[in-house]
């Protein structure tokens, strides 16, 4: 089968080649891969610039969608034809992660999704959703799980709340989306006058332009009544973590979701005890959690906001484009 | 002032006197009356139906709204003018009620919200939505407030999920409207054909009519791919229960939140033990879920159904068009 | 292999035969049974009294231990040797019960534990404690598990809470034991002299003679300073259900674990409204659960509660125990 | 009345004077103090060295006991003579804080315990524990309850589960405490070799001496199977944040208590977010949270730790052996 592979650490050997198909288990299923979306995790395993250090060679990307193309001899839950969700923690059904799901990572710990085939407990697949294509699901395993576990598992926000959705990464657009299908207020970020458009046409209440108001916390406060927000996902760590902090209520929740801007975090411990701030570090949620995801964009009719669609062959090109930061949603890649 | 107050039982001695203004502490606040909505239970109660044999004479009705006329020496937090809702449960800041506050419920067992003026101490106070009349907001404490309470800290719904709301009364709408601004699901139950329609604009994805279907529960299950509903708030007591407890699936919350059909509960306890499910005795929550409440009908412009609004010297018409099952919302009555 | 297969209805017709061996899948697990434990629901469904019509011919009862014998080919959690606990509803790891796991019940829509051997997919296998003999532990996957569940992850029971076990079936006695291990004031019934001291024995603070006082709850009360209890588990149904309500404080908390006195239950339902009182329906737990019970029996190094051991070739006497009420703990058959 | 009333910043300025006794409101009670505790804030206020500025004379100490010594007219629920401890955050009943509770921090934000006399509102007084003597009860309103607080109601620990608690301040003697009577498994640290029996007879089941062991992660695996613990309170910012980070288990509670060393915080982000750690920063908690305390105290007869107890007029003595670093348990003025 097809599969891009990494020989060397960089965005110049993502090169397709050959590799054979594996065979499954008993329980497990084959299925045929359709699109795959990059995360910024992908980015820095591609360019091996946070120390991972994957072992080579080494198939890339977190999170992708396809078609069961054929099933194991127990497999009960699935035929030839369904459209699957691929996860990227195989075998964590629900409840919390162990040692054991923590590291069974596609695309990190295993091989990823830019591969023609892959290989799937029956278990931890969940199917697509039936309003989306398969462009616009290859983002939920990933970008809008980890929306959807942080907000609604862990800060489990309420209609009338408030949220802060820092930048236009996949999973501040998740976020954007969710909070506002349960009925919280949105103030987002951007450092882009093109993207603040973007972000009232998704359903923004309010646009902060930081570049122009870098001490932004006030200006949460003023436009939410002068109170804090009830939640929100910092998304550049030493960059923007003191401003996080300040811009949420007493009990409030501050997501951390990744390691953009580097692996050490700097700040100010007063304000998080004197207001009782959570700080939680989170990643993707399990396969009950990306099914509950399923219903609600479903019951709601959602959109993941898909940035550009790239061919198989031009997976150099989708990775250039995601480290040029002017994504505003996912790019994706087609099979 | 003036008061309609209960020498006797019975719709007919419901009528308009002059009673003492009381007089307040110095934590207290004097709230002018505007508008008050009538419950079911205000009915139990006038008729001395349920056993309840509340003291005479009586001033009735559970739930007001109104405007503060006066502060005492150390309140801090209101001022002449503003509007405010007038709790049921006084003193119920937040947390779990206690026998405490247990004992302390408005036109139950202190006088009600059909006088003039009433006293409030100035912690349970919470203030009128901005986008709603007076008229409007007078359903929100008890009715309002017990679909809040019932479905967002006890049943903790979630966009995706399903639920079931019965019939056309105060909580019931209220319910629907509140689970569509948290992206639900919502199938409805009513007897009447004029008022599938009116279910149906107000947001109901699925009306059935139980006259039609007395065995409902399969045609919920139907309606909901083969699976049953996340929550239901049963409103029937012995002639809906069982119906209830079979149209919601595992883990399935089933609220109890009246007792109109009488105080004697009888069901089938297999489907619950063997689908683990949850059912809640509830009524109204306390002050800090009001707050959210209001903020959540701010930011998402909802608006109270309103079935018809009278004036306090049509008191009895008012009770006797609640009385009548007629009613597609909560009844007002206007000072 | 030897098995107790039932041919027909009846403790009588519990006779010791031979069956084929199981064969195993690539992910499953054979496992020689040790020990087994009874169930009053056993009870039910081997005399067939509660309408389950279980099909015919039945290996019987739901829970047991064991030793892995062998393992599958991709079985990587378990070697020959290991001692586990087997689990009522097979496949559920975590989170919530769905169809699929309810249709899995042990020793009620599949073969019980009276076999030599049985197959278990591994990943709900979970290690025996180590300061538990065999038949010691039999009792963890169902009347423990039962009693975890409702109180830890359920009723979230709290030192300095009371408690209120009712009776000394198995769930009971492990609620007691449970319920002490985390701090709890626990108040016990029993209908029997000689099982008060035993209770107290047990670790119960306070013992209520049932026949003594029909009317308990108000017992219960003036023995809690005149306040409801936090929690109870309700054994009894009919007969004790309206005292069970009565017995609680706001907010409690009354688990329905069990139908020994039939399947319909009727209580006032006017209590349950007032006191914001949640009946929660309850059976086992899940696999992680039994993990957390394992964990909190080998740290806190708490003994099971053992009324009598029997033979395989006992089994008809091990159910007449059972049967007799007159047990105090478990009725445990080993192999 | 007598008070301890600072003039200017520093031990040394903690002198005994004469200040008018405040006058009780309608729903105030006048509380006679008999023991205050310190706590680690007093010191950084009265030397103010961490930036607080409270503005002078100020009478310090955050937490105190006392006997009721008269009721305002409209006061119910407390009478002369009754034994109460002293909240640290007045007016916070039940549920979350608020920004309007946040301000009302006893010796604090208002005036301390260090006098003869303090005015309280009657709804945020608890009794003080029947099994306690007032000295021994000083230190529940902040050590106490900043421990339960954060175990029980945030970690939500069970029996079963592992804590770290670090050092032998007030609330990390709390925390070992807590969690032995709720059946946890205690791995505590300290110091100094005089404090390790001392920890044991507490009920530490292992103890690291972290001089011996500086990267004490690894060591607190390895005493918990290989696997990190469930919780931990971080005492020493800076110092000790990455070890416990690294400390604990998948999903595993960090709790933030205090600022030693410190207000900035900087730690390694990787794990956190790879492990689903949850960094909470915490104070005390409410009313009824110290309810619960004091019912787990009675229930279980737990008695504080009191490393010693000094005189009114020696309390810049106090304050030396607190800021010596020697303590074991509280140090207590008595009046």
Chains 1, 2, 3, 4 share one sequence.
Do not use: C
């Not at 060397?8 to 993502?14: A, E, F, H, Q, T």
């Not at 458009?197 to 332009?209: P, R, S, T, W, Y």
């Not at 050490?264 to 099914?291: C, D, H, W």
């Amino acid at each position: 089968m097809q599969a891009i592979q990494l020989e060397n650490y960089g965005i110049d050997n993502l090169k397709l080649t050959e590799v054979p198909i594996p065979s499954i288990g008993e329980n497990e299923v084959l299925v045929k891969t359709t699109a795959a979306s990059l995360q910024y995790l992908d980015l820095l395993l591609t360019e091996n610039t946070a120390g991972f250090n994957v072992p080579l060679p080494f198939i890339p990307v977190s999170e992708g969608v396809g078609v069961v193309e054929s099933v194991g001899k127990n497999v009960t839950q699935w035929k030839k034809g369904d459209r699957v969700l691929i996860p990227f923690i195989t075998r964590w059904e629900a409840g919390q992660i162990t040692p054991y799901h923590n590291a069974l990572r596609t695309g990190m710990q295993t091989s990823g999704t830019l591969a023609e085939f892959t290989i799937q407990p029956e278990n931890t697949l969940v199917r697509t959703p039936e309003n989306l294509t398969d462009e616009e699901a290859a983002a939920l395993p990933v970008a809008g799980l980890t929306a959807w576990a942080s907000l609604v598992t862990q800060a489990n926000i309420k209609a009338g709340q408030t949220i802060l959705v820092q930048g236009s990464g996949g999973v501040s657009l998740f976020a954007l989306q969710i909070a506002k299908t349960f009925g919280l207020k949105v103030i987002a970020t951007t450092g882009s006058k093109e993207k603040e458009q973007k972000l009232k046409n998704l359903g923004a209440d309010e646009v902060i332009n930081y570049k122009e108001i870098p001490e932004w916390s006030n200006e949460v406060k003023r436009l939410n009544n002068g109170i804090g927000v009830d939640v929100t996902l910092d998304v550049g760590g030493n960059e923007t973590i003191n401003q996080s902090i300040l811009s949420v209520k007493e009990h409030g929740y501050v997501g951390l979701i990744g390691f953009m801007s580097g692996s050490q975090l700097t700040f100010n411990i007063v304000p998080l005890i004197m207001n009782y701030i959570r700080l939680q570090g989170y990643s993707v949620g399990n396969a009950q959690e990306l099914k509950e995801l399923v219903n609600a964009i479903e019951k709601n009719n959602l959109k993941p906001v898909i940035d550009s669609i790239y061919g198989i062959d031009q997976t150099q090109e989708a990775f250039l484009k995601l480290k040029s930061g002017k994504a505003f949603g996912k790019v994706v890649i087609k099979f």
